[in-house]
């Protein structure tokens, strides 16, 4: 029952393949379905609730197919899936615009790649055709359905590429994975296909591209100039109107210094005028505050505070004042910007025109020189007598935000007589900058230096995020625009305050405005001028929108043209694979002929191309194999010969341990075995720097080793280096036209030479040179042979050096040890001495000193006694036993103190004597000298010098047996010094004993000390000594007594 409803995994790789599709594919669109549907219930479109709903139904067709396929029914599961595919893609295209080259391209992947690993090559011509028309539909129906369609969301535009994508890419794995396996028909048609889809593809990309961005390019010109004509239409635009603004400042400061001029005039002709013929300023009238008023009727008011005092002289300039009646009111007249104008005397007075009855309006003790306007031309703020202006202030006759224009007035000596003024109001400035329209929403505004602001509309204050301020009377804005927006913004407004001009873009929120500021140089004010970046190159966006709509319609005619050239190429692609592939079919069967083992058969050739060629070869080819098989018994019978002979040499060659007959032996057999005309073997120095010739075949082979015949490793032109260099064999089968060929006069006949390295392990020891007197002698197979003999005379040579060196270890010990035995055996210094030197066996030693060390109780050197000699030369006696050395003499020579064992090949030729003491060896003939330093315990008790008459080059085994007997010396002599002492101790203790035993028998005490008195002189070698008894209180006779023996 359970094989009825779960089938067996079908066995075919088609099968395997259709259900890893079906499966993958039903698990794939099934994670998208659900992707589509958050999709849908995020954004409420019912395209996207169709989108899943496709891939709800395309995964169920999926799983459908992959039963099917487990049943065995591949062909029908596969065109399930062919069908599934295509019909739900169209859907999907219908329901998302923008989607049909996306989904297009999937299909035809998707479809190509379910074909190439499922179905037969009929099944499968027929299932590209659906896929060809599926992908022709989907594009053609995305460029020509109606705009009813939801414009495709940015997640669809990435997910559903990925999953194509991802899906493409494991399975076009398998495809290259498997491409080898391919009929030749599939992979030409798979290869042509992709070739002309590749590079229509690429070159349409290209080509579209190139296409963009010539539109690029062309559409940023006109931005560019577009953008540029902005600008400079903005910045004339600011220009501009600071130019009105600042003319409009400019033409009231030279109005008012006309008006300056005509009064600093009026000074010359003061006792005419100030007589009051014109106006009398007796005339004033005195008010209840005290301050003095005119007549309304007056062309001006005249107004003198209550604190001031009229004096005759101001009395008399108030009288040349008035006849500013003749040229103030005209000012006025002409210049609608100036509210007032008006002369404050340095006495106190004030003429102020138009006459608004100046002293009802001011309190009595209103003191005009107190005022910013004075206060800023008066000559200690303003010793230059230059035009100030004053902050904008609030006017108190509601009359706006009004700024002052004060110019000093001076007579002809130069005097400080008071201040003209020229009140402005801003508000008609302001009306004229409110009015510069840029663009359609774009606004002007007027700041001072201070970036108070003097003009700003209402969408001004809303760029800045400020509302219109409320300033009181006589005060003066506080409201600024410095430090507000963003970082580009306020370095626009810092910019304007320092009077400097420009323009710049800036961006606020979302939106991009430009900003074109200017100076009005007359006064240090600026204006602004602010516009959207879009509204003055709406030009461009609207050419930019139409390049755009160009642009995708070219792209559509270029999809149409890549769907017909790719669908021509893949016609003509069948029908040339049909006439390419048939000659190789029948080259095919050739083969299967010949490998089945008929090797008569032959290639029908049919043309001279590749395949033409190719058949020739296969004819060819089978013509050799009859060759080969024929001959090859021979060949194999030469090579047995050559391997046969190589174990020949090898094994005779193992068996020889003596290095130079081992390769002498090697080579004569290599030439007569091998029938060269000659064979020689080079080994590297112990430099590695040198080839010497070690060994050679014949008489000439003898004569080149006699003579020392080397090759430094770095000659170029020596083939045996090179082999060395490179460490593989070199042929040369012709040596005349080889350049690194040495010719040898004893081997005239040299035609052609093959060189090959010995080496052991890493490490290259020599070079196996063998020569002919027939050119191209040697083959590769030569170089195989004489390589693998090489490699056995390499051993060959590493174990005959190995025991080289085991029987040279061996004798070395047998010498230690007979040389130790001796030293232990001897019977003095002398004997020790003697037993040392014999023990190194060096000829070229002659004589040999023993030296003890002196020390001082504090344990520092005194000095050197010899304590035992050897020589051999009665004509060169060894230092005297008992020659001391003191310290002075031993540290002058550097080989008595050293702490190590010094060995020198050439005392007179040696570096490390200095010419002093060479001159002292050279007169006590030294020539090689071996200083061996014997230590007892940390302390060097003796030095053992071994002196010779003449060179000798020290070997590693000498230096090593010297250091090997040194300690063994030196434990040898400490012996022996202990030993002596010992017996010497026995000696004395002996006497004293025996001294004892005379004295012990003697009768009373005065003979007892007579006994012992002479037999202690006795044995320490004194005169004849006698002892007398004497009492402490004797007689006379006992005193001479005394006296005598003493």
């Known amino acids: 029952m359970k094989k009825q409803f779960i089938p067996s995994i079908p066995e075919t790789p088609e099968a395997r393949n259709t259900l890893r599709l079906a499966l993958g594919g039903s698990i794939s669109t099934a994670i998208a379905a659900s992707f589509y549907f958050f999709l849908g219930w995020r954004s409420g479109d019912w395209q996207l609730y169709g989108w899943g709903a496709g891939m709800v139904a395309l995964s169920a067709i999926a799983l459908i197919a992959y039963f099917q396929a487990r049943r065995g029914r591949t062909t029908t599961a596969v065109w399930m899936l062919i069908w599934g595919l295509t019909l739900t893609f169209l859907v ?344 510069v329209q840029a663009g359609q929403s774009g606004f002007a505004f007027l700041i001072d230096p201070e970036g108070r602001i003097l003009s700003m509309t209402d969408a001004g204050y809303a760029f800045f995020g400020l509302q219109p301020e409320n300033v009181p009377f006589n005060e003066s804005p506080k409201q600024t625009v410095l430090g507000l927006g963003p970082a580009d913004l306020q370095t626009v407004t810092d910019k304007m305050v320092r009077g400097e001009a420009g323009l710049t873009k800036v961006n606020m929120g979302e939106t991009e405005y430009y900003i074109s500021y200017f100076p009005l140089e007359s006064v240090g004010y600026s204006i602004g001028l602010i516009a959207p970046t879009s509204e003055l190159e709406s030009a461009y966006l609207e050419s930019r929108a139409r390049s755009e709509r160009e642009t995708e319609q070219a792209g559509k005619t270029v999809i149409l043209l890549f769907i017909g050239i790719l669908l021509t190429a893949a016609v003509v692609s069948q029908i040339l694979g049909q006439m390419f592939l048939r000659p190789l079919s029948q080259l095919r069967d050739t083969a299967e002929e010949i490998a089945k083992g008929n090797l008569d058969a032959q290639a029908r050739i049919e043309s001279k191309d590749e395949v033409g060629v190719l058949g020739q070869t296969v004819n060819s080819m089978a013509a050799q194999l009859r060759d080969l098989i024929g001959s090859l018994e021979q060949r194999v019978a030469e090579r047995t010969k050559a391997l046969s002979t190589v174990a020949e040499v090898g094994a005779s060659a193992s068996t020889i341990l003596e290095t130079d007959r081992l390769l002498q032996e090697v080579v004569d057999l290599t030439k007569e075995r091998f029938d060269f005309y000659h064979a020689h073997i080079y080994l590297l120095d112990e430099t590695g720097e040198n080839l010497t010739l070690a060994a050679g075949a014949g008489e000439p082979g003898r004569r080149m080793v006699a003579e020392g015949h080397s090759i430094p490793l770095n000659r170029e032109r020596s083939l045996v280096a090179r082999a060395a260099r490179e460490r593989k064999g070199v042929t040369v089968n012709d040596v005349t036209a080889a350049p690194d060929f040495l010719p040898n006069p004893l081997l005239p006949d040299t035609r052609s030479e093959l060189a090959v390295p010995m080496i052991v392990g890493e490490q290259a020891i020599g070079v196996f040179d063998v020569q002919s007197d027939q050119v191209g002698r040697f083959t590769e197979a030569d170089v195989d042979v004489q390589t693998t003999l090489a490699a056995q005379i390499a051993i060959a040579i590493q174990n005959a050096r190995q025991h080289d060196q085991t029987q040279s270890a061996l004798a070395q010990t047998e010498k230690l040890f007979e040389a130790s035995r001796e030293l232990a055996q001897s019977a003095d210094m002398q004997e020790l001495t003697r037993a040392a030197v014999e023990a190194m066996d060096i000829p070229a030693i002659d004589r040999a000193i023993l030296g003890l060390l002196d020390y001082d109780p504090n344990g520092a050197l005194k000095g050197m006694t010899i304590a035992a000699n050897w020589s051999n030369n009665a004509e060169l006696p060894a230092t005297p036993i008992g020659t001391h050395y003191s310290e002075e003499a031993l540290k002058s020579v550097s080989l008595f103190t050293s702490k190590e064992p010094l060995f020198f090949d050439d005392m007179l030729n040696d570096e490390r004597i200095d010419e002093t003491a060479k001159e002292i060896f050279r007169k006590l003939r030294y020539r090689s000298v071996v200083a061996l330093p014997l230590f007892v315990r940390s302390r060097q008790d003796a030095l053992l010098l071994l002196e010779g008459e003449h060179p000798h080059n020290f070997t590693s085994d000498e230096i090593r047996l010297f250091a090997s007997l040194a300690p063994q010396i030196a434990t040898v002599l400490e012996n022996r010094r202990q030993f002596e002492r010992a017996q010497k101790q026995a000696e004395r203790e002996s006497m004293l004993n025996a001294i004892s035993q005379k004295i012990q028998g003697a009768a009373t005490i005065e003979s007892a000390m007579q006994i012992a008195v002479r037999e202690l002189g006795h044995a320490l070698g004194m005169k004849p000594t006698s002892a007398t008894l004497t009492p402490t209180m004797g007689t006379a006779r006992q005193k001479n007594a005394r006296e005598a023996a003493s």
């Open 92 to 435: 999907l295209v219908m329901l998302i615009e923008g989607t049909g080259l996306m989904l297009g391209v999937g299909l035809g992947i998707l479809i190509a790649i379910a074909v190439g690993q499922t179905l037969d090559a009929k099944s499968a011509q027929r299932a590209m055709i659906v896929g060809a028309a599926g992908v022709i539909a989907c594009i053609l129906l995305d460029l020509y359905l109606p705009p009813y369609r939801l414009p495709q969301p940015e997640a669809v535009r990435v997910f559903a590429p990925g999953i194509i994508g991802v899906f493409a890419l494991i399975y076009g794995g398998v495809i290259v994975r498997n491409f080898r396996n391919y009929s030749l028909r599939t992979k030409f048609l798979l290869s042509a296909f992709v070739i002309a889809g590749g590079a229509l593809g690429v070159f349409s990309f290209f080509m579209y591209q190139n296409s963009n961005r010539t539109v690029a390019a062309l559409t940023g010109e006109l931005q560019s100039a577009i953008q540029e004509q902005a600008e400079l239409q903005l910045n004339a635009a600011a220009e501009r109107e600071a130019g009105k603004a600042s003319e409009a400042f400019a033409e009231i400061e030279t109005t008012l210094q006309s008006l300056v001029d005509y009064r600093e005039s009026l000074f010359e002709r003061t006792n005419i005028l100030g007589t009051g013929s014109y106006w009398d300023a007796n005339s004033l009238a005195r008010l209840a505050g005290g301050q003095y008023s005119n007549s309304a009727k007056d062309p001006s008011s005249v107004f003198s505070p209550a604190s001031t005092r009229l004096t005759e002289a101001a009395l008399e300039e108030l009288n040349v004042s008035v006849y500013l009646d003749f040229i103030a009111p005209s000012v006025l007249k002409s210049n609608p910007n100036i509210v007032a104008t008006y002369f404050i005397s340095a006495n106190g007075p004030t003429l102020y025109y138009p006459n608004i009855d100046l002293a009802a309006a001011l309190p009595p003790d209103f003191n005009a020189q107190d005022s910013v306007f004075y206060a800023l031309a008066a000559p200690k703020n303003n010793p230059d007598r230059k035009p100030v202006w004053t902050p904008p202030y609030q006017d108190p006759a509601g009359l706006g935000l009004m700024v002052t224009n004060s110019i000093p007035v001076y007579d002809q000596s130069g005097k400080f007589r008071g201040v003209m003024g020229a009140d402005i109001q801003l508000a008609r400035v302001a009306d004229q900058i409110s009015g």
